[in-house]
């Protein structure tokens, strides 16, 4: 919805500064053709002016200089002079419809129009009065009379006006905008709904039919990939869960003779060493089918998870005591700091478990050389997160290999696994955390020596105890 108000922000925008352009661009085209109009040939106050100047009397007669003779012809125009007696003492080109004598009433009417329909004007002279002619219906001449007051208030009317047409222009871009944003507000929730991955059916018809039905094709094509994708996952992780279940039973039964052939008195050293082995090897194996059943179960969302409120101090304690209690070598000192013991989280506590006990082992297997294993908890400042870290100052990882680590081994993302492993267990503890609306974060310590990982949380505000 932001999107759509967005688009019609910019339109109604656009659309007065583009009225408030053209209307600027028109005064000044206007006024810039009207200019060139006038200026294009002499007006007639100028043509008037030189006949007038140009007029003399020599003796008993009147005569015209070049000049303004070539003007008079040049603009088709004649000419005359008046007497006070109001007879016509000198003219030129004469029309011959104009009368020769003129009363105070005739000079009256024509001085400012016309006469005889011919566009006239006048320019007093000192024996007389000077007037010039124009073709019929070449010139329109009008009168135009304001109020002092009114022109004093020119500037505000304008300025009114102006406002005015501002307002117009806003309104009619707000209903057309309107207009055109209930034919786009379906097309964007379509696009919306194409990014959720939810089927779309939009009207293909109206100005906007061709993208409507494009969106519908691409819905339709999403949604028949998007199937095929779930049916593909889902048989995949079946696949993956029914070999587990097929190997189950086989295993169980090598493991069974393995530890009876290895705790057998009666076979030679050599073969219950031999014995050992195998069990060992099938004790891997067992445990590489349940990590790999476990993690296709989560890529593919299928693990179900047995929700309640839990104290991750409490996992890590039991954590803790399990590896000491397996026999921990000496090589390895594991150190507790927990903080804000009492937070509860809700998750499901064997996933959690086996997301820390896998950091730890992490450490364990990939430092042979021994190390310090610290798991530290805290909350955040604002009680929304809950953090649970272990650390370690081993060798850690490389650099390179850090944002690679936690995908699936032998997937595009990740072309190596691990040295000393399958490559799962990372990559199990970063898909139970994301089950659990978290997140994994790996980094090297700060003296790029060891390994620190960080387990992040959400918390419900009901389960802070105070």
């Known amino acids: 919805m932001e999107g759509v108000i967005r688009i019609l922000r910019r339109f109604v925008t656009t659309t007065i500064f583009i009225s408030i352009f053209l209307l600027i661009f028109n005064f000044v085209l206007l006024g810039t053709l009207v200019f060139k109009v006038i200026n294009q040939s002499p007006s007639p106050e100028v043509v008037l002016q030189q006949v007038a100047q140009g007029l003399r009397k020599q003796n008993d007669s009147y005569h015209l200089d070049e000049d303004a003779i070539k003007l008079l012809k040049h603009n088709q125009s004649w000419a005359m002079l008046l007497g006070e007696d109001g007879h016509v003492q000198w003219d030129y080109d004469l029309p011959d419809d104009i009368p020769q004598s003129y009363n105070l009433i005739d000079v009256a009417k024509f001085s400012r129009y016309y006469l005889m329909e011919y566009p006239v004007y006048v320019w007093e002279h000192k024996n007389g009065l000077v007037v010039v002619g124009y073709p019929k219906e070449s010139h329109w001449k009008y009168q135009f009379d304001f109020l002092s007051d009114w022109m004093g208030s020119l500037p505000l009317r304008l300025m009114l006006l102006l406002v005015v047409n501002v307002a117009l222009a806003l309104l009619i871009s707000v209903l057309i905008g309107m207009r055109l944003i209930r034919k786009i507000r379906p097309l964007v929730e379509g696009v919306h709904k194409l990014a959720r991955e939810e089927t779309v059916h939009l009207d293909s018809k109206g100005i906007f039919g061709d993208l409507a039905h494009s969106i519908n094709s691409a819905s339709d ?18 696949w993956i869960a029914g070999i587990s279940h097929d190997i189950r039973t086989p295993l169980s039964m090598i ?3 393995a530890s009876e052939m290895e705790d057998g008195s009666e076979l030679p050293k050599e073969q219950r060493y031999q014995a050992g082995i195998i069990r060992r090897q099938g004790e891997k194996l067992r445990s590489l089918v349940s990590d790999l059943n476990l993690v296709s179960m989560l890529e593919y969302e299928m693990q179900p998870l047995h929700l309640k409120s839990i104290r991750l101090s409490v996992l890590a304690r039991q954590v803790v005591a399990e590896f000491l209690n397996s026999g921990l070598d000496d090589r390895y000192e594991i150190e507790l700091k927990l903080a804000e013991e009492a937070v509860k989280i809700t998750g499901d506590e064997k996933l959690l478990l086996r997301a820390i ?6 450490s364990v297997r990939h430092n042979p050389q021994g190390c310090k294993i610290v798991l530290e908890t805290f909350l955040s400042e604002d009680s929304s997160r809950y953090f649970f870290v272990v650390s370690d100052n081993g060798r850690g990882i490389p650099q390179e290999k850090l944002k690679e680590i936690t995908e699936l081994p032998y997937s595009l993302k990740r072309k ?3 040295d000393l492993g399958h490559g799962l267990g990372l990559p199990m503890v970063a898909r139970i955390l994301r089950a659990h609306h978290g997140h994994l974060v790996l980094s090297n310590c700060t003296n790029q020596k060891g390994l620190k990982a960080v387990i992040e949380v959400p918390v419900h505000q009901q389960n802070v105890e105070k």
């Open 357 to 362: 006990s896998n950091l730890v082992n992490n």
């Open 255 to 257: 493991l069974g003779y």
């Open 221 to 238: 094509k999403l949604q028949k990939k998007t199937d095929a994708l779930k049916a593909r996952d889902e048989a995949r992780s079946n």
């Open 416 to 418: 190596q696994t691990d």
